[in-house]
Nanobody, 118 residues
Framework: QVQLVESGGGLVQAGGSLRLSCTASGGTFSVYDMGWFRQAPGKEREFVARSNWSGGTTYYADFVKGRFTLSRDNARNTVYLQMNSLKPEDTAVYLC???????????WGQGTQVTVSS
């Protein structure tokens, strides 16, 4: 079983930056696709970004392209989400997830709160 723990959330003013981290344990991190999702109050969970095992192939939701960057350090079992130019509408709980390549996201962290003030 894979356990995922997010960190790095907090309160930031609009236009500011945060770097989220997700550290995995209990599995072979390097074989998993990793993703970031977010969920705001009263809204469905949204896809934010994902990468393949090497981090060489990434995909971003349209609303974060050019602002967010996903990276991963397999040696540290950690995936990052660098968030720049944050907007109030980015306020949400951000969750990381893991999947075997091509399969459903079957491992989830508890999330870290990101709050962006205007």
């Amino acid at each position: 079983q894979v356990q995922l723990v997010e960190s790095g959330g907090g309160l930031v003013q609009a236009g500011g930056s945060l770097r989220l981290s997700c550290t995995a344990s209990g599995g072979t991190f390097s074989v998993y696709d990793m993703g970031w999702f977010r969920q705001a109050p009263g809204k469905e969970r949204e896809f934010v970004a994902r990468s393949n095992w090497s981090g060489g192939t990434t995909y971003y939701a349209d609303f974060v392209k050019g602002r967010f960057t996903l990276s991963r350090d397999n040696a540290r079992n950690t995936v990052y989400l660098q968030m720049n130019s944050l907007k109030p509408e980015d306020t949400a709980v951000y969750l990381c997830a893991a999947a075997r390549p091509g399969l459903q996201w079957n491992y989830w962290g508890q999330g870290t709160q990101v709050t962006v003030s205007s």
